[in-house]
Structure formats: structure tokens, C-alpha cells
Nanobody
């Protein structure tokens, strides 16, 4: 079992930056593919960014809507995953979730473990 806890969400102005953190416990994250998702009010949960496990293809992938503005990274020694978000827009407002799965990177919600989410609000 993997437990995930997100933090770092807050209110930020348009054009601002924010770094979300995801702390994992129970297992080492190095062997898991990790992803960040978000869900805005009235919308479905959508993929934001993902990072394959070291045993998979070893690549990162981003949704087109965030490419160039958002970077996913991980610190395996600390069992942490991060999401650096720059040039934030009001449409980035959502609850952001960290997720982990065994296997290759997928953009669907077929992840085995999920955190509780952290709220990001971008004011115009």
C-alpha cells in the first residue's frame, strides 16, 4: 500500500507560480509511475502530468494545456513528488491530486493510489 498526501495548494494571482508537493509513505515511489491530476468544479478529473517509474520507459508527459508551464519532478530519496506550476491562469483553478500506479505511464485515471487533493485557486 502507498499513502499519498498532497500539500502546497493556495490562492495565487494570475501569472504567479506555485509548487505542489506529494509525500508518499508505505512503499518507495521509485518503482511506481506517478501522476498529477486536477478536477475543477463540475468537470471530470483530468490528467496534468506524469513521470514513469525507473523500471518503465523513464519519461515524463504533460497535458497540452499545461505544457511549457508545469514541470513534474520527484525526489526518490525523500519519497516525494512535486509539481512546479508557473504562469498560472484562472483556468488552472482546481483540486490537484497526486496518484501512483504500477506499470507504465497512462493519462487516464487508472491509478492504484490517490491522495486527498489540495486546492489551487488562481484569481484573475
Amino acid at each position: 500500500q502507498v499513502q499519498l498526501v498532497e500539500s502546497g495548494g493556495t490562492l495565487v494571482q494570475t501569472g504567479g507560480s506555485l509548487r505542489l508537493s506529494c509525500a508518499a509513505s508505505g512503499r518507495t515511489l521509485a518503482s511506481y509511475t506517478v501522476g498529477w491530476f486536477r478536477q475543477a468544479p463540475g468537470k471530470e478529473r483530468e490528467f496534468v502530468a506524469g513521470d514513469s517509474s525507473s523500471s518503465s520507459s523513464g519519461r515524463t508527459y504533460y497535458a497540452d494545456s499545461v505544457k511549457g508551464r508545469i514541470t513534474i519532478s520527484r525526489d526518490n530519496a525523500k519519497n516525494m513528488v512535486y509539481l512546479q506550476m508557473n504562469s498560472l491562469k484562472p483556468e488552472d483553478t482546481a483540486i490537484y491530486y497526486c496518484a501512483a500506479r504500477v506499470g507504465s505511464l497512462v493519462t487516464g485515471i487508472r491509478y492504484d493510489y490517490w491522495g486527498q487533493g489540495t486546492q489551487v485557486t488562481v484569481s484573475s
